[in-house]
């Protein structure tokens, strides 16, 4: 396949910090790049009130959302990147390209794929605590505004955005009872001294909608076995996350997807490469890593 055949020298798959370091990596190199993305630019900062550690003294997610907007528009604007709104459902590695299967029946191709699609949530029906009805998906509370929290709330989980979520709304009075599993015993430390954190730990919940009252009733089990019911008003997801993967990727049996073990045209970047890398800083070296290892590959460039 000659240069001209291709779509773009790197086909990348999600724009959040890794997606975009990629391109403008990319763009530095003179490589053309096709950034595939169904939902907004830095989707996931957008939603995130308050981030830390991130260098050049970014304190809000939405505002580091619309710098990689800002620099993927510059890239457009300058021919370099194309920004493409569709979901990647499929990827190809092959002798002489790489081919990205979109959900819109488009195929794409280039020299190589960075996967940047991080991690979603996890829902109930993933974790074994939890009985739930069928289809039953709470929204997530590091998406919640205190506003709308009125009557008793009940969190299922013990996850890292709680404390993301208290900082950002340090002036919220809002009372969160956190169900806790043993596994995120060691999470729950560390927001255990804030008192709007109720800690209820727990072996087993069973979540049922009520006849009448508030709408949930929630069956706790505690770790000795013990139950208790609650009315419950809100329930919010705080279960943790798991890989954004999709069909021709190569996952682990945490379902993460190592980077040595892929097609050497499928470049994995960000989140989705480790439940131990995920953080701002570390998604955006290893987004410009992937784009380097890409250019300093001759055998990748050579059509
Ligand atoms: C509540 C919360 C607080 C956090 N606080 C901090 C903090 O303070 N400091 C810090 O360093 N980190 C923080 N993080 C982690 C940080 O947000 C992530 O490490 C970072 O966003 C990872 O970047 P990424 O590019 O790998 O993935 P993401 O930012 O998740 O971007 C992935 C993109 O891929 C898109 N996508 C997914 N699937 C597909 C598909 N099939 N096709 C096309 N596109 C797809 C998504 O829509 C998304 O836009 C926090 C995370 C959360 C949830």
């Given at each position: 396949m000659s240069q001209a055949q291709f779509d773009a020298d790197l086909l990348i798959v999600g724009a959040g910090p890794a997606g975009v370091a990629a391109a403008v990596m990319a763009a530095s190199l003179q490589l053309h790049t096709i950034v595939v993305e169904p939902a907004r630019v830095g989707e996931k900062l957008h939603r995130i009130g308050s981030v830390e550690n991130v260098p050049g003294g970014w304190s809000a997610g939405p505002e580091l959302a619309a710098a990689l907007e800002q620099d993927l528009a510059q890239l457009q604007a300058g021919g370099q990147c194309r920004l493409v709104r569709a979901r990647a459902v499929r990827v190809t590695g092959l002798d002489d390209r790489a081919e990205l299967a979109l959900d819109d029946g488009h195929v794409l191709t280039g020299r190589v794929v960075v996967v940047a699609s991080g991690v979603s949530e996890l829902l109930?029906?993933?974790?074994?605590w939890t009985s739930v009805p069928h289809h039953f998906e709470p929204a997530p509370l590091w998406r919640a505004?205190?506003?709308?929290?009125?009557g008793l709330t009940y969190v299922l989980g013990a996850d890292r955005p709680l404390g993301t979520w208290l900082r950002a709304h340090a002036d919220a009075r809002t009372q969160l009872n956190v169900l806790c599993p043993p596994g995120d015993d060691y999470k729950a430390a560390e927001v255990a001294a804030d008192e709007r954190v109720r800690l209820v730990p727990v072996s087993h919940v069973a979540i049922t909608r009520s006849t009448y009252g508030p709408p949930w009733t929630l069956r706790v089990k505690d770790r000795n076995g013990q139950e208790t019911a609650y009315a419950v008003t809100t329930v919010l997801n705080n279960l943790g996350t798991k890989p954004a993967a999709f069909e021709g990727l190569i996952q682990g049996a945490d379902g993460y997807c190592p980077p040595p073990k892929q097609h050497p045209r499928i470049l994995i970047a960000g989140d989705i490469r480790s439940a131990r890398y995920q953080r701002i800083v570390t998604a955006q070296g290893s987004g410009a890593e992937a784009t380097l290892a890409m250019y300093y590959d001759l055998a990748l460039l050579r059509p």
């Open positions: 109930p029906a993933d974790t074994p505004s205190p506003d709308h929290l009125t």
